[in-house]
């Protein structure tokens, strides 16, 4: 489990960001997370908005403390989350629709009953732009 410092700092979030996803907002760190129902909100924003979704990571919070491996019905600590990569030649334009797509596709398919670990449930959603992206593919992490 990680610590967690929950002040909300603006600059995370892309310009005009809708006040009440940042309300709504889990922050930890440079890292934001959000209710199961505020998530897909967030999700078709960045994905209106030029930015694509690259995946989501359940969290289960606990007081001050993050668990992002919760416990699952099996008994045992279980990933939970999508990935979403941009495929080869593919434009910016359709990367963004597709991975909106299909981590909506994935939230609405969440079973919050597949966690039996008690706590908050949170998904931990990451964002970037197409600059952000063109860095980070050309191996530029100075900035990061």
């Known amino acids: 489990m990680l610590g967690v410092n929950q002040s909300v700092r603006f600059e995370l979030?892309?310009?005009?960001?809708?006040?009440?996803?940042?309300?709504?907002?889990?922050?930890?760190?440079?890292?934001?997370?959000?209710?199961?129902?505020?998530?897909?909100?967030?999700?078709?924003?960045?994905?209106?908005?030029?930015?694509?979704?690259?995946?989501?990571?359940?969290?289960?919070?606990?007081?001050s403390a993050i668990q992002s491996?919760?416990?699952?019905?099996?008994?045992?600590?279980?990933?939970?989350?999508?990935?979403?990569?941009?495929?080869s030649k593919e434009s910016w334009s359709s990367f963004i629709v597709?991975?909106?797509?299909e981590t909506l596709a994935y939230l609405q398919a969440f079973s919050p009953a597949d966690i039996v670990e008690q706590g908050e449930l949170h998904f931990h959603v990451v964002w970037v732009s197409e600059a952000r992206y063109a860095e980070l593919t050309r191996g530029d992490i100075s900035s990061v």
Do not use: Q
């Open 13 to 63: 979030f892309p310009l005009h960001f809708p006040p009440e996803l940042i309300s709504a907002a889990f922050v930890s760190g440079n890292e934001t997370a959000w209710p199961p129902v505020f998530a897909p909100a967030a999700v078709e924003w960045l994905g209106a908005h030029g930015y694509a979704v690259l995946g989501t990571e359940l969290w289960v919070l606990k007081g």
């Open 69 to 87: 491996l919760p416990t699952g019905k099996s008994g045992m600590r279980e990933l939970h989350g999508n990935t979403v990569n941009r495929e």
């Open 98 to 101: 597709r991975a909106a797509t």
